[in-house]
């Protein structure tokens, strides 16, 4: 590396400098005449004093010790340097000063010092440390954590022997064996044993041993020393919690059968106990109005035409609470599904039961999805049902059903990011937002019964068919202006094709 050199005398004076020196302080020659620059101008105050004492040995024996100090340089900034004064004529008092550029060094020391405190603090937090040992003289070191470990203090003395000395007597074995085998065959090795610190503290440590080979002969061991205490304290407790988990999910199930069971029961009994006595009724009630009609007065007819249209209810109603049932149970058989091609079905299907009605059905662009197909065509076909329903005060009812990107409306009133969503939109009643609330729950109608019909089960089936396939269903209405249902799809698969 090059040296610097200044000539100056004990004054403080610089007289000149070689082409390094003047790049270490940043000035040229001129500048060191010119400006009649002191080498003290150039020197941090805390500097100083390690300057005037190097002067003053350099003039009793000629020269001084090497020492580290800063230079100001020209441009502002500090430069470390080795610097060492010898006097060359002590009556003039003219010294030459070598000077050698040291700042990577010190760099480079600091950043190591920087990692060895990163590394203690990991060895810290983790309670990990190294070790190493001559295996022919026994003789070794360990870091501080490992001492900390053993509960000893670091700056005691550490061996072989000493090491092993603190292990049970189980692991002692263990750990005797392991060693002599990496000497003798050069093999590491990696254990969990028992030891039991200065303190007389059970602990768990993990110790691995790398044998260092020279010329074919192992000549040292060094390895990692990890108290696991607690890791496997942690382990033991999650291993419990996990059996206690598997024991309180086994519980769980056992009574999701019996409810399943009970609710297969209870299933059976309104298919079977109730639709009877319906049938029965609506039947006979038929009977009276086809055998009777004659002799029977105008107000009892109008009775018999009530119950009939009740019991139609009644029936509707067990159908649909059957198949609300059914679908919290059913599982969902996802497949790719042309949306366009299953809603124009379900349209055909609706338009037959509503001959001789004027409803238009504009069916918009609809990309293809990700689901279930019969829950998905049932979820339409109640949401297109519903806009027929709620628009036929309309003498032009306008149906659409379409896909677009929106922002779901979640049940707290706050909006999700902007995604693919499909809706079906009327230009019907509408309803009131203040009781949106109640839309999707089970028998909450927001409109008179005597006014349209209905059980108040269909668009619950919509927001459950719609969950179960991971997506949001939400409306927005305003009162006599229509309603727009919009769905999403959780699940999206990639490359889906549109139609």
Not at 117 to 142: A, H, N, P, S, Y
Not at 172 to 186: D, L, S, T, W, Y
Not at 349 to 378: A, C, M, P, S, T
Request: net charge negative; with cysteine.
């Amino acid at each position: 590396r090059l040296i610097g050199i200044q000539f100056g005398n004990i004054s403080g004076q610089l007289f000149s400098a070689n082409d390094e020196m003047l790049r270490i302080i940043g000035y040229t020659n001129e500048d060191l005449n010119s400006n009649q620059l002191r080498w003290d101008a150039l020197t941090p105050e805390e500097f100083l004093k390690l300057d005037k004492d190097a002067i003053e040995q350099a003039l009793q024996i000629g020269s001084c010790e090497p020492y580290e100090k800063q230079y100001i340089r020209k441009d502002g900034s500090l430069i470390w340097v080795l610097l060492k004064f010898v006097v060359i004529n002590k009556e003039a008092g003219d010294t030459i000063a070598f000077v050698l550029d040291i700042t990577e060094k010190k760099r480079a020391e600091q950043q190591y010092r920087e990692y060895e405190d990163l590394l203690r603090l990991v060895g810290k937090i983790g309670k990990i440390g190294g070790w190493e040992f001559d295996v022919v003289t026994g003789e070794g070191t360990w870091t501080d954590e490992v001492a900390y470990i053993h509960d000893l203090d670091p700056n005691d003395s550490t061996n072989r022997e000493i090491g092993l000395t603190f292990y049970t007597p189980e692991s002692k074995k263990i750990i005797e064996a392991a060693i002599q085998e990496a000497i003798e065959q050069g093999k590491p090795y990696d254990l969990e044993l028992e030891l039991i610190s200065a303190k007389g503290i059970h602990k768990l440590v993990r110790t691995s041993g790398q044998p260092q080979i020279v010329d074919g002969k192992v000549v040292r061991l060094r390895g990692i020393f990890h108290d696991i205490t607690e890791l496997k304290r942690a382990e033991e407790e999650v291993r419990k919690l996990n059996e206690e988990l598997e024991q309180r999910v086994k519980e769980r199930t056992a009574e999701l059968t019996a409810a399943n069971q009970e609710l297969e029961a209870f299933s059976y009994s309104v298919s079977h106990d109730l639709r009877a006595p319906i049938r029965a009724i609506d039947g006979f009630s038929q009977i009276l109005m086809d055998d009777y009609r004659d002799s029977l007065v105008p107000e009892t007819l109008r009775y018999l035409q009530i119950i009939r249209r009740n019991t139609h209810a009644m029936g509707q109603l067990v159908d649909d609470l059957l198949a609300f049932s059914k679908l919290g149970r059913q599982s969902v058989q996802k497949q790719h599904i042309k949306m366009g091609k299953l809603v124009k079905e379900v349209v055909g299907e609706v338009k037959q039961e509503i001959q001789g009605r004027e409803v238009e059905f504009r069916i918009e662009h609809l990309v293809d999805g990700w689901g279930d197909e019969n829950l998905l065509r049932q979820a339409f076909y109640n949401l297109i049902a519903n806009a027929v329903k709620f628009s036929r005060i309309r003498t032009h009812a306008l149906i659409e059903i379409g896909t677009t990107m929106c922002e779901p409306y979640l049940s707290d009133g706050s909006h999700a990011e902007m995604r693919q969503c499909y809706y079906v939109r009327d230009n019907g009643v509408g309803f009131d937002m203040r009781y949106y609330d109640k839309l999707f729950n089970v028998f909450q109608r927001l409109h008179k019964a005597e006014e349209f019909e209905g059980t108040g089960v269909g668009l619950a089936i919509v927001k459950r068919v719609v969950e179960k396939h991971g997506g949001i269903v939400w409306a927005e209405s305003v009162l006599d202006s229509g309603t727009t249902f919009y769905f999403t799809l959780g699940e999206e698969k990639p490359n889906d094709q549109s139609n």
